[in-house]
């Protein structure tokens, strides 16, 4: 392969890496376009931003990426879980102002840590209480509602020198199936993905988000045979609504696109339209390095055999250029300490200002808790995050395991606790058995089941955990639903 065509296809990728120091062949790798860091990356704030200067030292005009959404998706505080609240209590709370705050602090640690740029926001509507990768990521079920908040987190990122890629376009909301797992379906006709779908979007674009990521599903409504991230047709309606930066793909190495191979699948994206290629995690590869050098030589076989071609790689590498010149504005980033503390002040009132509550939440030390959430979630990389672990410590309660061999018994005198995200046969029979329990959830409150006494946190990020636990233990000064 001649160099000239490795950097313009290194132009084009968005790869992940394993570790906290920079691999050699990143280094090597001239004219990539960016990284795309994961929990793996990113241990602590200080490991993070010296991994980030590293990074810059080696490709200074590197497009340093990352998956923080607030709430359930963070990679920064992968090991706490976020300081700031799911868009669903953003949602749910609907002060816009805040969810601008939220943004903008968030933004500010980002940029104290290094990154450029940082995959929000999530402009799904959540039509479907049982969508196993959405839910409490979106802002909520009304697409009005979505668009305001989304424009809101694209000023609040840009505020604090932070690009914005929103996502799943065209929509992700409405569907039953993680495209991690396998390829979900949006079946519904134009009128509805026009009023519904794609709003949130055309209000983002008109907001001036810089990137604008395309899921992994199929969308009869426009095209049969290719899923959205490789359809030419859907990748254009991207660019028909005036959308005139990157399109980048969500990672290709998820189970709906990656059956051929993750260098297949780029050929594809490129092919259809795509500009800036995700590569995904290489948390299951075994030789990152031997991984990437397997889609560069698969992107370099197609354009030689004439199924790519060339041309394709510039325009895309032209638009992710204009988005690397682009990156790290004018203003002047604080320290990552004091970063942090502003997210956690604004993620605190946000949180509190979410809770819901209905009934009696009240709970007493010694009182006990299960947790009944068991799937884990592909996209958040937790199942209940740190929800049972701060009731535990923050009002005393004993951990219980209902489901176990024989099954625990509660004490006599003692109240139950169960946290759930989704309704299901073991949540309806334990609080059957349990009437008087109190049901922590954290999910969609559309998927909470009608039980009268509940807390709902719409996430599981620890500043919603703290919200749920003092809500339960101070049973004065909570918004009811």
């Known amino acids: 392969m001649t160099g000239a065509l490795r950097r313009a296809i290194h132009a084009v990728l968005l790869p992940g890496f394993s570790g906290v120091s920079v691999p050699e062949w990143v280094a090597d790798a001239n004219d990539l376009a960016g990284v795309l860091l994961f929990a793996q ?5 200080a490991t993070t931003a ?7 030292r080696a490709h200074p005009d590197l497009l340093i990426t990352i998956d923080e959404e607030g709430g359930n998706v963070t990679r920064l505080q992968a090991d706490t879980g976020s300081l700031l609240p799911a868009p669903a209590a953003l949602g749910a709370v609907d002060d816009v102002q805040l969810t601008e705050s939220c943004a903008h602090a968030m933004g500010a640690l980002l940029a104290a840590c290094g990154f450029d740029l940082t995959f929000a926001p999530v402009l799904d509507v959540a039509a479907r209480p049982d969508n196993p990768v959405i839910g409490a990521r979106a802002f909520g079920a009304a697409p009005e509602l979505v668009a305001r908040h989304g424009r809101a987190v694209v000023r609040g990122l840009r505020g604090a020198g932070v690009l914005s890629g929103g996502k799943h376009f065209p929509g992700h909301g409405d569907t039953n199936v993680d495209s991690h797992l396998a390829m979900p379906e949006l079946d519904v006709d134009e009128h509805i993905l026009e009023a519904r779908d794609l709003a949130p979007f055309r209000a983002a674009i008109e907001e001036g988000m810089d990137a604008l990521m395309v899921g992994h599903l199929m969308v009869p409504a426009l095209d049969t045979g290719a899923p959205a991230s490789l359809s030419t047709t859907i990748l254009a309606r991207a660019r028909g609504l005036g ?8 990672a290709l190495d998820m189970k709906a696109v990656s059956a051929d191979g993750v260098g297949a699948a780029c050929v594809r994206a490129l092919a259809a339209g795509a500009d800036l290629l995700c590569l995904g995690s290489t948390a299951e590869v075994a030789d990152d390095g031997a991984h990437f050098g397997e889609v560069v030589a698969t992107i370099e076989a197609a354009v030689r055999g004439g199924h790519l071609d060339e041309s394709r790689l510039h325009e895309a590498a032209a638009r992710i250029a204009t988005l690397r010149r682009a990156r790290r504005s004018a203003v002047t980033a604080t320290d990552v300490e004091s970063a942090r ?3 956690e002040r604004v993620g605190t009132e946000a949180a509190r200002r979410a809770i819901r509550t209905r009934g009696d939440v009240h709970l007493r030390p010694g009182d006990v808790v299960t947790d009944l959430i068991v799937r884990w979630d592909q996209a958040a990389g937790a199942t209940s995050g740190p929800m049972t672990g701060e009731l535990i410590e923050a009002c005393g309660l004993v951990p219980v395991d209902l489901q176990g061999p024989g099954g625990s018994t509660i004490p006599p005198g ?3 606790a169960v946290v759930s995200r989704e309704p299901d046969g073991r949540l309806a029979d334990v609080l059957a058995a349990h009437p008087d329990a109190l049901l922590v959830h954290v999910g969609v409150a559309e998927a909470a089941p009608d039980h009268p006494h509940i807390v709902f ?3 599981i990020g620890l500043a919603s955990a703290r919200a749920a636990a003092q809500a339960c233990s101070s049973p004065t000064g909570r918004r009811r639903s």
Do not use: C, E, I, K
């Open 243 to 250: 959308f005139t930066g990157p399109l980048v793909t969500d």
């Open 341 to 343: 503390d502003a997210v």
């Open 41 to 45: 990356n990113t241990p602590d704030l």
């Open 457 to 459: 946190t719409d996430g």
């Open 414 to 416: 003692r109240r139950l």
């Open 50 to 56: 010296r991994l980030n200067a590293d990074l810059r």
